[in-house]
């Protein structure tokens, strides 16, 4: 989920190993740019240009059933670490794991991450949980907030600092790799 710390694990593990890393948020900020949009920085998806953006994505699933394709195909060509919402669900290759952090932990990380307000932070984590449950729970049909039964490791990351949580999945992920 948002500011679960996937990102800077991926591109820790991606460091590791070798590999590349591929966001699927990325991929939709290059498809925000087609459309004229001018995404920046980590934080854009809750600026409010970042919120039109996605308000015009949930008119139609192109965008997403095009960045899942995109990702499904890299997956399968190997190589690559993937941080995304729906990949482990829609591909059965790569080692899947699931950063597991309540809303609590989330909304610090970001408050600290992007120098905002606690309580601006908890309201961005609760919309953002909130419909990207509801966004591809209608569109797939995935639980993303219930159904972790596709990872290969859930690690509850609540008490654990960054540092800890980045070394337990290097650890981990040699005997899956």
Sequence with gaps: ?????????????AEKYGMNYLCGGDILKEMAIS?????????????EN???????RKKSNQFDLEVDKILVNSIGEGGVVVTSYTAPWLSTNGVKIWLKASPNSRSKRLASRDKIAYKEAEKIVKKRDSENIDFYRKMYGFKIDE????FHLVLDT????KNQVIEIVLKSSQYFI
């Design 50 to 56: 970042g919120m039109k953006f996605l308000e015009d």
């Design 158 to 161: 609540n008490s654990l600092s």
């Design 147 to 150: 159904d972790l039964s596709v």
């Design 1 to 13: 989920m948002a500011a679960s710390g996937k990102t800077t694990v991926a591109i820790k593990v």
């Design 35 to 47: 459309k004229g949009y001018q995404p920046s920085g980590d934080d854009w998806w809750d600026t």
